[in-house]
T-cell receptor, first 115, second 110 residues
Framework: DTGVSQDPRHKITKRGQNVTFRCDPI?????LYWYRQTLGQGPEFLTY????????KSRLLSDRFSAERPKGSFSTLEIQRTEQGDSAMYLC?????????????FGPGTRLTVL | QKEVEQNSGPLSVPEGAIASLNCTYS??????FFWYRQYSGKSPELIMS????GDKEDGRFTAQLNKASQYVSLLIRDSQPSDSATYLC??????????FGTGTSLTVIP
């Protein structure tokens, strides 16, 4: 396993711009999760996929956020019309639920700064 | 009420001592429990998972779960300066969402 990878690692954008992040999960992991983490807080759940199906979204998730996992492999998270409050670390995690394993393994994260 | 509560610390222990980290959760339907370590500026790293009441040991780490009290803890024996980090407790409810605590900051003093 090469681990979960995320790209880019850092993103600086101006308020109102759109940004897109990519996550490549551990090979053959069928579950993929997106979280947001701000300083001094734990990761906050955003959404998750079982293969290509998006099964759950946080009620706190603005409609400016959208996520896809078109072929059940990598996933993208897009934020439209970014706001300064979107500045955070965006974390992706994957899990191998086919084997009944619930442990999640995190990628290195994408740090977003909205100016 | 938050789903998962942790004392934010900071917790300081001398090198070689036992560090004890605690976590409580609110949902009695919680099924799985995890401890993650997070170094400053890095992503969380899985340390332990525990699913049933009792103790689970892995090297210097022991996770303890008491579902009746809705309590999970992590003991770190022979603490090392490299253990200095924030420790996150995570709870999995109904196999879907994971809820994380805010983390406890641990400093191991040489």
């Amino acid at each position: 396993d090469t681990g979960v990878s995320q790209d880019p690692r850092h993103k600086i954008t101006k308020r109102g711009q759109n940004v897109t992040f990519r996550c490549d999960p551990i090979s053959e992991h069928n579950r993929l999760y997106w979280y947001r983490q701000t300083l001094g807080q734990g990761p906050e759940f955003l959404t998750y996929f079982q293969n290509e199906a998006q099964l759950e979204k946080s009620r706190l998730l603005s409609d400016r956020f959208s996520a896809e996992r078109p072929k059940g492999s990598f996933s993208t998270l897009e934020i439209q019309r970014t706001e300064q409050g979107d500045s955070a670390m965006y974390l992706c995690a994957s899990a191998d639920r086919d084997r009944g394993r619930r442990e999640q393994f995190f990628g290195p994260g994408t740090r977003l700064t909205v100016l | 009420q938050k789903e998962v509560e942790q004392n934010s610390g900071p917790l300081s222990v001398p090198e070689g001592a036992i560090a004890s980290l605690n976590c409580t959760y609110s949902d009695r339907g919680s099924q799985s429990f995890f401890w993650y370590r997070q170094y400053s500026g890095k992503s969380p790293e899985l340390i332990m998972s525990i699913y049933s009441n009792g103790d689970k040991e892995d090297g210097r780490f022991t996770a303890q779960l008491n579902k009746a009290s809705q309590y999970v803890s992590l003991l770190i024996r022979d603490s090392q300066p490299s253990d200095s980090a924030t420790y996150l407790c995570a709870v999995n409810v109904l196999g879907n969402q994971f809820y994380f605590g805010t983390g406890t900051s641990l400093t191991v003093i040489p």
